[in-house]
């Protein structure tokens, strides 16, 4: 046994905590947050611009809907309090893009939205990303009562240009950005495509991309952490194939035809990551494998 006293251990420059590095994590805004800002702004910004929500009413009872499911059900299946952060965006998201002369649907919407992330799983994984189910299951279930957003930013530029800007700042930063902008560049790159085959005007088929509906699409659904496929790549992949499916969708004169791109896709992609990552690890269990 060694009787020499060790001298105590150098805190390595990273341990060291400075005035600086306290006040630089004090004034830190959690990456949790950023995305319920943006959406907030969305919000706010649409609202006293153009009057973007059909009743704020429906839509504070569609954010209190998603976030009182989502209580309930983190706190039945897993015993804990959520993050609240998900269930905001989703609530906020089917108060912006869901049209209904009806009270119900916005609060169905929610539930629905919410529910589907808790109970629609495949080892443990999401398929769908909850809005985007719950808007779908909405107009496909209740066409006769509920209808999807369809008013645009008018002629005004800056709300489109500020949004984007702080959008793409936060999706960066949390490292999606790769996924809105090869879905923005497929869009645009299609939207030629499709004026070519229709004859129509390609700013007519360009300008969807600049309402607000677009903006809740590229910044939250298609980059949603929880439903997209884990490889760089592959989600680069899946936007493009978002992109692709749209453009047929729309040349099909589908009035919802993001929505619904990005729920015959989005799905799909998981399974076939599912399937080919269990098959990965199926193999490297076999007896006399590696």
């Known amino acids: 046994m060694n009787s020499e006293t060790s001298p105590p251990p150098v805190p390595s420059p990273s341990a060291v905590t400075t005035p600086a590095a306290v006040r630089s994590r004090r004034f830190r805004i959690d990456d949790r947050y950023l995305a319920p800002l943006l959406i907030t702004f969305i919000l706010l910004g649409g609202q006293l611009s153009f009057g973007l929500l059909e009743s704020t009413p429906k839509t504070a009872l569609a954010i209190i809907a998603a976030i009182l499911t989502e209580l309930v059900l983190v706190r039945l299946y897993a015993g804990q309090w959520p993050h609240l952060a998900s269930s905001y965006i989703s609530g906020i998201s089917v108060g912006i893009l869901v049209r209904s002369p009806a009270v119900w649907p916005y609060a169905l919407c929610s539930m629905i939205s919410i529910t589907s992330k808790h109970v629609i799983r495949v080892r443990g994984r999401h398929l769908w990303n909850p809005s985007n189910f719950g808007v779908c299951a909405m107009l496909f279930l209740a066409y006769d009562t509920v209808a999807g957003l369809s008013i645009q930013w008018g002629n005004n530029l800056w709300p489109v240009m500020v949004i984007w800007l702080l959008g793409s700042i936060i999706i960066w930063r949390v490292r999606r950005f790769h996924i809105t902008l090869t879905y923005v560049v497929s869009f645009m790159l299609f939207a030629f495509l499709r004026s070519w085959i ?28 929880k439903t997209t496929v884990q490889p760089r790549w592959a989600q680069m992949v899946v936007a493009v194939a978002v992109a692709f499916v749209e453009m047929l969708l729309r040349l099909s004169q589908v009035v919802y035809a993001p929505f619904y791109a990005l729920f015959l896709v989005g799905p799909a992609a998981n399974l076939i990551e599912i399937w080919w990552t269990s098959r990965a690890a199926a193999g490297r269990a076999m007896p006399g494998s590696g």
């Open 198 to 225: 229709t004859g129509h005007p390609w700013q007519a088929e360009v300008a969807p991309i600049t309402g607000p509906m677009y903006q809740l699409f590229v910044f939250f659904m298609i980059t949603d952490p």
